[in-house]
């Protein structure tokens, strides 16, 4: 059965917003797939179904309306969920891992028939936008896009790219910390744009985190380890200063644990708040001893 991944914005968090460069990647550490479950009773499937019944309603009155702008087959679709589809998914929700990304990706490519044709990915992505606000009230459709591709985009002012980064590295890990705080980004973002309006913070911004975050975009791409982990300290050091609310107080420890060591290195992964972080160390089995309470999850490991 094929499964959607996961999705995680590595590089751009808030920023993209204000038209940064952005990468954000694919990740099938988690995912959601298809299953076909009538042996709990109706009761247990509309448990199981959560909203998909209400979203089937949705995309069918745009449809109706002649404003749907992915082809899907509705109808189908209402129709197996009636039989007992059902999407099952082990995608942390609150985490901006997308969750509602990889279901939106699942019904276009599941309940469409143009989907293997459909390569204009400024329409697919605005297709999915529409259909993912139904989850969030608005969406970009970047994460439906992810968990479909399958494949690291990056982000400009100037559009999307699909890229090809270097994953291995000769010596550095790559890693999630999970806070285990679930978070809505909505207020974050709101938050992050007001201190914008500042011109000493927006000066900041403009001087020492965009270009820190372009570096490491480029750092990322090109599989140099040693310019990426200097650019993860940089732009952790200037959310430790400028963002301290975007990092759970009970994580602001092992952060500046970070900041003064060689080991490690940690920055904010999406809006911020909980979820993941995401970091870099020189010796993941090193850190992992430092720091045996926190869970630690690999997402790219040294060559062999």
């Not at 978070?183 to 270009?211: G, M, S, V, Y």
């Not at 570096?215 to 963002?243: D, K, P, S, T």
Request: hydrophobic content about 45%.
């Amino acid at each position: 059965m094929k499964t959607y991944p996961a999705k995680l914005l590595l590089f751009g968090e808030h920023t993209v917003n204000l038209g940064s460069q952005a990468l954000a990647v694919p990740l099938p550490l988690f995912s959601g797939r298809w299953e076909l479950d009538v042996s709990h009773g109706r009761q247990a499937l509309v448990k199981k179904q959560m909203k998909l019944p209400q979203f089937a309603g949705f995309l069918e009155r745009l449809n109706q309306r002649g404003q749907l702008l992915l082809p899907l087959d509705v109808p189908k679709f209402k129709s197996a969920l009636m039989e007992g589809l059902v999407f099952e998914s082990d995608i942390p929700t609150g985490y901006g891992a997308g969750s509602s990304g990889a279901l939106v990706a699942a019904v276009f490519d599941g309940f469409s028939h143009q989907a293997a044709l459909f390569s204009d990915l400024p329409a697919l992505k605005n297709g999915f936008a529409q259909a993912e606000g139904f989850f969030h009230g608005t969406s970009s459709g970047t994460d439906p896009l992810i968990c479909y591709l399958q494949k690291t985009i990056l982000l400009t002012k100037n559009g999307i790219e699909i890229v090809a980064p270097s994953l291995h590295s000769p010596a550095y890990t790559l890693f999630l910390l999970d806070t285990g705080i679930e978070r809505k980004a909505t207020p974050l973002i709101a938050h992050f744009l007001k201190k914008w309006e500042n011109e000493d913070f927006r000066r900041q911004c403009q001087t020492r985190l965009l270009p820190q975050v372009e570096a490491a975009i480029g750092a990322y791409l090109c599989g140099e380890w040693a310019a990426l982990f200097e650019a993860v300290h940089c732009i952790g050091a200037f959310q430790f200063r400028h963002l301290d609310e975007l990092i759970p107080p009970a994580f602001r420890g092992i952060w500046q644990a970070g900041l003064e060591s060689d080991l490690f290195k940690l920055k904010v992964c999406g809006a911020g708040g909980g979820g993941f972080i995401l970091g870099t160390t020189r010796d993941f089995e090193r850190l992992q001893a430092q720091y045996p309470t926190q869970k630690l999850i690999p997402i790219s490991a040294p060559n062999a």
